[in-house]
């Protein structure tokens, strides 16, 4: 068993041990400096090397602390002015490069506008000329279809119209007076094409002249319809008509002699007119002609080599 006198001693020795402790953790708060985080700095190394060893100048540890705290923080205000002056400098150069991005954008879309522009333009040059392109194919094509649809219908006039052409002419004598011939020119006019000939009119003569034939003789006195001009003569389509005195002339003994020579012929010659039925109107010149020891015989005339042709001119012109 423990005694009283030793419970005693256990407890002054507990009691004892407490109030060390109580004194060691006093002192060791009393001498244990600041922490860094509320005075804003961190202690120098010399300094407090220097306080530890002492010294003339030595000051309480305290005073050089707070000076220390002054000091970093006057820095810091330092940091922060020079942070500022830095962050001015920094926006500066932030505007300005953001002035020479704006205005580097800005030619950026200015030469894409141009672009764009210049390629609208081209695309509207484009289209004007696609436009003028296919105006003038329009054109074409259209001037194609005319001379298309004209052809046809000049062909269909050509294989349909009418054609009066003079046929089977002969010349006859009926009989000498005073040693004259009394020579008689008899002609045939025949519709040759697929429609009727209107306001016909012939024309027609009768003469002696050189042979070869050096000149032509056109006109010649109106021999149908009865001399009248006016009246509306028709032919149609395979219908003949005969002119028994389409002309005459007296022949010289002297002139017989050179046609039988053949240094003269006698000639018989006129002018046709009619109106088809698609309105154009024709002209045909015609030139017969008789030389030859046969002359005065019924025969039927040669054509001259000259005096003959058509001209037709279309209800348009």
């Known amino acids: 068993m423990v005694s009283a006198s030793g419970h005693a001693r256990h407890w002054r020795g507990y009691v004892a041990v407490g109030i060390i402790a109580v004194i060691a953790s006093g002192i060791f708060i009393w001498l244990r400096p600041p922490p860094p985080s509320l005075l804003g700095y961190r202690e120098d190394h010399h300094e407090s090397t220097e306080y530890e060893a002492g010294g003339p100048k030595c000051e309480p ?3 050089t602390t707070l000076r220390a705290g002054v000091t970093r923080l006057n820095r ?35 030469f894409y506008q141009a672009r764009a522009a210049w390629v609208q333009t081209v695309l509207l040059f484009l289209a004007f000329a696609a436009s003028l392109w296919a105006a003038w194919a ?13 052809h046809a219908r000049r062909t269909s006039i050509r294989e349909l119209r009418a054609y009066v052409a003079p046929r089977d ?8 007076e005073s040693g004259d011939y009394h020579c008689i020119g008899q002609l045939k006019l025949t519709n040759l094409g697929q429609t009727p000939a209107s306001k016909l009119i012939c024309q027609a003569g009768l003469y002696v002249g050189d042979w070869p ?16 001009p006016v009246v509306n003569f028709e032919l149609w389509p ?7 005195a389409a002309s005459f002339v007296d022949v010289s003994p002297e002139e017989a002699e050179a046609i039988m020579e053949k240094r003269k ?14 309105g154009g109107r024709v002209t045909t010149y015609f030139n017969r002609y008789k ?11 040669n054509v001259s080599p000259s005096g003959n042709e058509t001209t037709y001119q279309e209800a348009n012109d």
């Not at 054109?139 to 649809?149: G, I, V, Y």
């Not at 002419?169 to 000498?176: E, L, R, T, Y």
């Not at 034939?213 to 001399?227: D, E, F, K, N, W």
């Open 265 to 278: 012929a006698i000639f018989l010659y006129g002018t046709i007119e009619y109106s088809d039925a698609f």
């Open 61 to 63: 540890k305290v005073l």
């Open 213 to 228: 034939q050096t000149s032509v003789i056109r006109g010649g006195a109106i021999v149908l319809p009865g001399g009248d």
């Open 291 to 301: 030389t030859g020891p046969d002359w005065l015989k019924q025969t039927i005339l």
């Open 238 to 244: 395979t219908e003949q008509v005969g002119i028994g």
């Open 76 to 110: 810091r205000n330092e940091c922060a002015d020079k942070a500022e002056d830095r962050a001015i400098a920094y926006e500066n150069v932030y505007q300005t490069r953001r002035g020479a991005i704006a205005s580097e954008q800005s030619t950026f879309e200015g």
């Open 138 to 150: 329009a054109s074409l094509a259209a001037k194609a279809a005319d001379e298309t649809l004209n």
């Open 169 to 176: 002419g002969k010349i006859s004598v009926k009989g000498q």
